[in-house]
C-alpha cells in the first residue's frame, strides 16, 4: 500500500505579512495564509498567527469622491455635474503627484 498525499481542493489565500520579502528569506513572516482565497478578516498562517493586510492608500478617484461628498453636504444649493467634478479633481490630483515624482527625481524639490 502506498502513502497518498492529501491534495488542496480549494485555492488558499497565500498573502505574506507585510515586509516578508524584505531582508534574508528566512523566519516565520514569509509563512503564507492558509485560509480559503477571498476570504475576509484577518490573515492566519499554520502556526494559528494572524495579521491584517496593510491599509492602502486611497485612490485619487476616492479622495475627488470625499471632496464632492463635502461639497454637496456643506453647499446642497451648489450644482454640478458629480462625474465631471470626479474626475477633473482625480486628474488634477494625478497630475501633481506625477509633477512632484518627477521634481524629486531631478533633485529639484
Not at 485619487?60 to 464632492?68: D, K, P, Q, R, S
Request: a negative charge; proline letters at 7%; charged letters at 25%.
Amino acid at each position: 500500500m502506498s502513502a497518498t498525499v492529501p491534495t488542496q481542493t480549494k485555492p488558499v489565500c497565500g498573502a505574506r505579512r507585510p515586509g516578508w520579502d524584505q531582508g534574508p528569506a528566512v523566519g516565520i513572516n514569509r509563512i503564507p495564509c492558509v485560509l480559503a482565497d477571498g476570504h475576509e478578516g484577518e490573515h492566519r498562517n499554520a502556526f494559528h498567527q494572524t495579521w491584517a493586510d496593510a491599509p492602502t492608500a486611497p485612490t485619487y478617484e476616492e479622495i475627488a469622491n470625499l471632496v464632492a461628498d463635502r461639497i454637496t453636504t456643506d453647499m446642497p444649493a451648489l450644482d454640478f455635474d458629480r462625474a465631471v467634478f470626479v474626475t477633473l479633481v482625480a486628474t488634477g490630483l494625478r497630475d501633481v503627484d506625477q509633477d512632484a515624482l518627477a521634481a524629486t527625481e531631478r533633485g529639484t524639490r
